[in-house]
């Protein structure tokens, strides 16, 4: 394929290098495939530990999944998408039909290599990045979700990721227990994951959320999103709670989030703990008889219950977001990272803008 002059892509190069590369215009590959063209790109809570060189992943790394994109053209297949239309694209790829797609499981589809992905190792450089001016997306027809036009692109971007990441740590067990107390340990990386599941948890009608964080920005987004907030890790236990959620990714705030989980409740945890060796209270959940889940979310299933929260004025992401920045301004705003949610914006060009 040749390069196209002007196709540009925001590339993680190593720590602190990020640049705008020329790369090769995507094209049709399949009859169910889409192009799409990013708008609303939301950053990750792993993308400013990337950027810092705080992960083991190594550059060159295409960067951006999460984002609201608009299509620009569709194969001849795809029959419910057309031009123009506004989309949430799921950052993980995933074909909707093997049987672990059947199930739900589309972190692990069956119909492309483990962990494919945009803008994460090790498959990112084949799929690319959402900092790109364009970006093929296969299987569109069950990839793309169609957002509402009362939904703004800035406030859905991280539909993607970060917010279903959330909304698996609450909802399906609000859904079980809909008077259960939540307990939320906040402050993994920039923070968004914890302010989300304390904001759905919120927003679906949770008995009480505690949010717990030592960030006094953080802190003061949970208070405005309707959480209680307690400032600093307690050394040992709160609650107990029917529902916890460990987004510290800090081994003490896993542990807290564990004591504090109340007999037969469940504990999930989102932070990413690349260090093998973690202490766990094991004996004490073994007591209490709790669930404990982790693993990475199963992104494409939970998108359309997201955006209907949103839409449904339940539950306000913007409230997350601490920046939205021009398109131009990514480099110099990701290796700043300074912020809990930052999201790049650019003008719509297509038949619906």
């Not at 049709?28 to 992960?55: Q, S, W």
């Not at 302010?195 to 003061?220: K, P, Q």
């Not at 307690?234 to 989980?261: C, H, N, Q, Y």
């Given at each position: 394929?040749?390069?196209v002059?002007?196709?540009?892509?925001?590339?993680?190069?190593?720590?602190?290098?990020?640049e705008?590369?020329?790369?090769?215009?995507?094209?049709?590959?399949?009859?169910?495939?889409?192009?799409?063209?990013?708008?609303a790109?939301?950053?990750?809570?792993?993308d400013?530990?990337?950027?810092r060189?705080?992960t083991?992943?190594?550059?060159?790394?295409?960067?951006?999944?999460?984002?609201?994109?608009?299509?620009?053209?569709?194969?001849?297949?795809?029959?419910?998408?057309?031009?123009?239309?506004?989309?949430?694209?799921?950052?993980?790829?995933?074909?909707?039909?093997?049987?672990?797609?059947r199930?739900?499981?589309?972190?692990?589809?069956?119909?492309?290599?483990?962990?494919?992905?945009?803008?994460?190792?090790?498959?990112?450089?084949?799929?690319?990045?959402?900092?790109?001016?364009?970006?093929r997306?296969?299987?569109?027809?069950?990839?793309?979700?169609?957002l509402?036009?009362?939904?703004?692109?800035?406030?859905?971007?991280?539909?993607?990721?970060?917010?279903?990441?959330?909304?698996?740590?609450?909802?399906?067990?609000?859904?079980?227990?809909?008077?259960a107390?939540?307990?939320?340990v906040?402050?993994?990386?920039?923070?968004?994951?914890?302010?989300?599941?304390a904001?759905?948890?919120?927003?679906?009608?949770?008995?009480?959320?505690?949010?717990?964080?030592?960030?006094?920005?953080?802190?003061?987004i949970?208070?405005?999103l309707?959480?209680?907030?307690?400032?600093?890790?307690?050394a040992?236990?709160?609650?107990?709670f029917g529902i916890?959620?460990?987004?510290s990714?800090?081994?003490?705030?896993?542990a807290l989030?564990?004591?504090?989980?109340?007999?037969?409740?469940?504990?999930?945890?989102?932070?990413?703990?690349?260090?093998?060796?973690?202490p766990?209270?094991?004996?004490?959940?073994?007591?209490?008889?709790?669930?404990?889940?982790?693993?990475?979310?199963?992104?494409?299933?939970?998108?359309?219950?997201?955006?209907?929260?949103?839409?449904?004025?339940?539950?306000?992401?913007?409230?997350?977001?601490?920046?939205?920045?021009?398109?131009?301004?990514?480099?110099?705003?990701?290796a700043?990272g300074?912020?809990v949610?930052?999201?790049?914006?650019?003008?719509?060009?297509?038949?619906?803008?």
């Amino acid at each position: 394929m040749v390069s196209v002059a002007g196709m540009r892509q925001l590339t993680f190069e190593g720590p602190g290098r990020l640049e705008w590369a020329e790369v090769s215009e995507p094209i049709l590959r399949g009859d169910g495939d889409a192009l799409v063209r990013p708008i609303a790109v939301a950053t990750c809570d792993l993308d400013a530990p990337i950027v810092r060189g705080e992960t083991p992943f190594a550059g060159p790394l295409p960067l951006g999944h999460e984002c609201v994109a608009e299509v620009i053209e569709v194969a001849d297949q795809v029959a419910d998408l057309r031009p123009g239309r506004l989309v949430s694209v799921p950052f993980q790829i995933s074909c909707g039909s093997c049987e672990r797609c059947r199930r739900g499981q589309t972190a692990h589809c069956e119909a492309v290599p483990s962990q494919s992905a945009y803008g994460l190792p090790p498959r990112g450089q084949d799929w690319g990045g959402f900092l790109s001016d364009v970006v093929r997306v296969p299987y569109a027809e069950h990839m793309l979700v169609a957002l509402p036009d009362a939904v703004e692109p800035s406030a859905a971007a991280s539909v993607s990721d970060n917010i279903v990441d959330a909304w698996r740590t609450v909802a399906p067990f609000l859904a079980e227990d809909p008077d259960a107390a939540v307990l939320v340990v906040g402050g993994g990386g920039p923070g968004s994951i914890g302010l989300y599941a304390a904001g759905i948890a919120i927003a679906l009608g949770a008995s009480r959320v505690t949010y717990v964080d030592a960030d006094e920005r953080r802190l003061a987004i949970a208070t405005e999103l309707g959480a209680e907030t307690i400032e600093g890790l307690p050394a040992e236990r709160l609650g107990p709670f029917g529902i916890t959620v460990d987004a510290s990714a800090d081994p003490a705030g896993l542990a807290l989030a564990i004591r504090s989980t109340g007999p037969d409740g469940v504990c999930t945890s989102v932070g990413i703990y690349f260090q093998n060796q973690v202490p766990l209270p094991l004996f004490e959940a073994y007591v209490t008889g709790i669930r404990f889940l982790t693993g990475r979310v199963h992104a494409r299933p939970a998108i359309p219950a997201a955006i209907d929260l949103i839409a449904s004025g339940r539950l306000h992401p913007e409230l997350v977001t601490t920046r939205i920045a021009g398109w131009d301004e990514a480099p110099a705003a990701l290796a700043e990272g300074e912020f809990v949610k930052l999201i790049f914006a650019r003008v719509r060009t297509g038949a619906d803008a």
